[in-house]
């Protein structure tokens, strides 16, 4: 018993533990396979680190390890969310161990990660989007109806993000048979591979009937590929599915045609969906399950209220404010 209790306490050798951990949250979690590589890139940072005090089994570290693994984190210039997260893997790591039976204690358990700041995400006005869609496929002379396919795509693509809310690897990852026009319906496969349902706006159907129309089947026709790309909505200049690194470089473009200074990223329609919800009286409930976040925690950074509104309820409501 005596021999058993000390193994416990100097818990088990890192590489076994840390490779039977990965094949827990990959297998038995499902968790998607960038979360499990990140999750494994965070661990063996760790686990050097920990090696570099001469700590060899995870048994052998102490609270006090791990609260200096953090403050290492700080002086290498780690933001505030890069060692919540780091944290959150070091975590998850200690509690495996202890319900494998591997160390007695989670002495990680108590270690607090720093408080990331309020930094809220850019968001774009309704006007904004409004003119960051129209500069996609403006109209031609005459108020002909812009034929191209480049710029039917472009369009349909702006409008399917804003509408769903999607992230970008849902957005380039959707296939044909994920849209239902007909019932204003589309299907995003999101993190950990899970599905959900989220409505389709009548903008939004009108620009993907164009493009599957008249500027999908151009785009498939231009393939050189031996087999055409039959599944995804969105294809390439080449016939070929949408990559992310593509859909960076077309909302760039259409921020620069329409005159718009802020930062832009693919995420910018989907901050930009969930704020313009909020403010539109949805709960955050409701937010929460058409973005597809685990936590409603995550969705409720989309509740602050813009500087403007703020004034302007203190004026209405304030008895002395005017």
Known sequence: MKDDANAQARGDGFDGLLERFLGHIDVERGLARATVKAYEADLRKYVEWLRSRGITGLGAVTR??????????????????SKARRLASVHEFHKYAVREGAIAEDVAASVKAPKAPGV????LT??????LLNATAPDGPGGQPCMDPVQL??????????????????????????????????????????????????YACESMRRYLNAGRPELERRSTAKT???????????GRRLSRQSVWEIIKEAGRRAHIMKPLHPHTLRHSFATHLIQGGADVRSVQELL????????QIYTHVSPENLIETYLTSHPRAR
């Not at 006090?64 to 969310?81: I, K, T």
């Not at 809220?120 to 968001?123: A, E, R």
């Not at 309704?126 to 003119?131: K, L, R």
Request: proline share 3%; charged share 30%; no cysteine.
């Open 64 to 81: 006090r390890d791990v609260e200096d693994y953090v403050a290492a984190l700080s002086a290498e210039g780690a933001s505030a969310r």
């Open 120 to 123: 809220l995400p850019d968001v």
């Open 126 to 131: 309704i006007d904004e989007v409004s003119a």
């Open 153 to 202: 795509r472009d369009r349909a693509l702006l409008e399917f993000m804003y509408a769903t809310g999607s992230r970008v690897s849902e957005a380039v990852g959707a296939n044909l048979d994920d849209v239902d026009l007909d019932a204003k319906v589309a299907r995003l496969m999101g993190k950990g591979s899970k599905q959900r349902l989220v409505p389709l706006g009548s």
């Open 228 to 238: 055409p790309e039959r599944r995804a909505v969105f294809l390439n200049k080449r």
């Open 292 to 299: 597809g976040h685990a936590s409603v925690t995550t969705t």
